[in-house]
């Protein structure tokens, strides 16, 4: 089993606060970038870094879930900054998204990629994957989809956690990784709204989805 060139198992982990959140969802998408997300199953942690996500800015963005207004379904968008909103798309994966601006305004920002740091074997067994080499470690968490279930990420179990908090069984922290250096693009897999300048990646990362698409705006 490769091992990650760094594991935060070894650095302390702050949770990111509420305040990070109550912000336009541009800016928290891209202070989002090399982040950690952490799930606890047991005494094991698992952790990647965020190197992918993209920004939906409420009821004037026609590709967000909120253009239609509040509902039950995308309630949480609408709700207090910092809390995992999922949904299920395709009929055959789940997507994690966090609330961002002040409560009452919608926003949101959709995990796109992650690093894999620690709890490697357990995400391969959630995705069903053989890790035989480094690259096969890819196929963990490139793609909301996979990074969701390597973290069996589900609306049942997940929806509306507070993403603030370590003493949740989902969170998100920060371990003093520095983003340097930043892509933007155009978000992907939409129809609407397609051509704004919303997607957010560290450049040069291998764990990035939709490479064929990484053309800076």
């Known amino acids: 089993m490769p091992r990650p060139r760094k594991s935060p198992a070894k650095t302390e982990i702050r949770p990111v606060d509420r305040a990070f959140y109550e912000r336009s969802p541009q800016r928290v998408a891209r202070e989002l970038l090399g982040k950690v997300l952490v799930r606890k199953t047991g005494r094991r942690l698992l952790t990647g ?8 800015l409420g009821e004037a963005d026609p590709a967000a879930h909120s253009a ?21 798309i395709y009929g055959n994966h789940y997507c994690l998204n966090v609330s961002c601006e002040p409560e ?34 890819i196929k963990l968490t490139s793609g909301p989809g996979r990074l969701c279930e390597a973290f069996c990420i589900t609306r049942a179990r997940d929806n509306g956690r507070d993403l603030t908090s370590p003493g949740e069984s989902l969170w998100i922290g920060d371990d003093g990784y520095e983003a340097r250096s930043v892509v933007v693009t155009a978000r ?3 129809t609407k709204a397609a051509s704004h300048p919303l997607r957010y990646l560290l ?9 064929k698409n990484i053309l800076p705006i």
């Open 188 to 190: 992907i897999g939409i």
């Open 68 to 88: 239609a207004g509040r509902t039950e379904r995308n309630a949480v968008l609408f709700g207090p900054p910092g809390y995992a909103y999922i949904y299920f």
């Open 104 to 137: 009452g305004h919608a926003g949101g920002v959709l995990f796109r990629a992650l690093e894999p740091l620690s709890g490697i074997e357990e995400m391969a067994k959630a995705r069903g994957v053989t890790i035989g080499g480094e690259k096969d470690l």
């Open 203 to 211: 450049a040069g990362n291998r764990f990035v989805s939709g490479r």
């Open 49 to 56: 870094r965020v190197v992918e996500v993209e920004a939906y």
